[in-house]
């Protein structure tokens, strides 16, 4: 138990040390924590013959720092990932190769640490299979392609190629990574599927997690009106440690996790008070540009007020760059939600209420149906957006439906 205690605090250390030397080197104050990317296979990088079937590796020709025993494994390497190419079905053997490649550039881009393991592995996410990229022996990134379904949908994502690289890819990567992965996306015309944006406070916020769950009960994390859902995850009783306060949805592609990453890290006798907001984008309703990447300051301040106001905390003041959600498609879902929340009234409890509303009195009535939270499916979208929806719905969807005789 001591010695897995010891290893917890050298990594969580190291992990600490990497972060602050990144925050030097870049200049921003907020790190890139995760990062996922889909690539259309039409428009991802297509290997050469070279590629695919390297010539041997000669001392001459390779890095000089290279012991015999390195390059031994570099040449059994190649040679496997060579004939594992050469055994793929012909269907498969495009996607695979495009995959392969892709996986090179990314460890390219993190740094000499990383590497592609030569042999495929079953797939995640709905894809078939993937590369794993390594550091040290563990998985810290894969790069998934082909679908692992029959299905249109999956048929779809069969035409892409996916990145997905975790937390220590991302914290152990060289220091312009982040710049030089904007450059891969933009030429390769990747889209950007989720990136977390975290903030270390490394000496604890002011006030703690408790202030952050006392700032949102204060509607400081309020946009146009409209209160985030919101939540805690641990021992919130009795002075607990290792707790988390969430604001935001990952339906909607925001959220926020305010937490106690020092007991994280090193358990619950972690005496370093180190705390993260962590910010979390997906692109469900929203255009991740890969400039994120490369300004992460500017858009972690772009969430929100309190979000600039945490930075400029923190000592970085920096113009905000919001993440718009896309217009189209939130008046799409507004409307979709709101059709089925009148649906359901009309269909299911349109009795009752035309019982309620003959016989109660008015004020009665009145009192019945006032003063109720929004439904769950609706609590994302803001008052404006819900009475236009309301405002455009069809007469047609007041009549209950009637279902066809046998």
């Given at each position: ?14 992990i600490k040390l990497r972060l602050q030397a990144d925050r030097r080197v870049s200049g921003h104050a907020v790190h890139v924590d995760w ?17 695919l079937f390297p010539d041997p590796v000669q001392r001459d020709s390779y890095d000089y720092s290279m012991s015999e025993a390195d390059m ?201 008070n180190w705390e993260r907001i962590e910010l979390r984008y997906g692109n469900k309703l929203r255009e991740l540009p890969a400039d994120i ?114």
């Amino acid at each position: 138990m001591r010695k897995n205690a010891q290893a917890l605090i050298l990594e969580g250390n190291e992990i600490k040390l990497r972060l602050q030397a990144d925050r030097r080197v870049s200049g921003h104050a907020v790190h890139v924590d995760w990062l996922r990317v889909t690539f259309q296979r039409k428009h991802a990088p297509i290997p050469t013959v070279k590629t695919l079937f390297p010539d041997p590796v000669q001392r001459d020709s390779y890095d000089y720092s290279m012991s015999e025993a390195d390059m031994d494994i570099v040449r059994w390497k190649r040679a496997k990932v060579a004939k594992m190419l050469r055994e793929m079905p012909d269907a498969d053997f495009a996607a695979s190769a495009q995959a392969h490649l892709l996986a090179q550039k990314i460890c390219a881009i993190l740094g000499s640490q990383f590497s592609v393991e030569p042999e495929l592995k079953k797939g995640q996410d709905f894809y078939r299979f993937r590369w794993s990229i390594v550091r040290n022996g563990a998985e810290c990134a894969w790069v998934g392609f082909l679908a692992s379904g029959e299905s249109p949908r999956q048929q779809a994502q069969g035409q892409t190629i996916h990145a997905n690289l975790y937390g220590a890819a991302c914290t152990f990567a060289n220091g312009d990574w982040r710049h030089r992965m904007a450059h891969l996306i933009e030429e390769h015309d990747g889209k950007v599927t989720r990136v977390d944006l975290a903030l270390d406070f490394f000496d604890g916020i002011s006030g703690g997690v408790d202030r952050v769950r006392d700032d949102w009960h204060a509607g400081l994390m309020d946009i146009r009106g409209h209160r985030p859902d919101a939540n805690t995850v641990g021992p919130w009783v009795d002075g607990g440690r290792g707790r988390s306060f969430y604001f935001g949805s990952k339906e909607a592609g925001k959220q926020t996790n305010a937490y106690e990453k020092g007991v994280q890290l090193f358990g619950k006798k972690d005496a370093t008070n180190w705390e993260r907001i962590e910010l979390r984008y997906g692109n469900k309703l929203r255009e991740l540009p890969a400039d994120i990447l490369r300004r992460p300051d500017a858009f972690f301040a772009g969430a929100s007020d309190w979000h600039a106001a945490m930075l400029a905390e923190h000592g970085r003041i920096t113009a905000p760059e919001p993440v718009k959600v896309k217009a189209k498609q939130a008046v799409q879902s507004v409307k979709a939600e709101v059709t089925r929340a009148v649906r359901w009234l009309s269909d299911t409890a349109s009795q009752s209420l035309a019982l309620a509303f003959q016989f109660l009195g008015e004020d009665e009535f009145i009192e019945l149906v006032s003063h109720r939270n929004l439904p769950g499916r609706l609590k994302k979208f803001s008052g404006s957006e819900i009475k236009a929806a309301f405002t455009a719905l069809s007469p047609a969807i007041y009549q209950p439906r009637t279902r066809l005789a046998a």
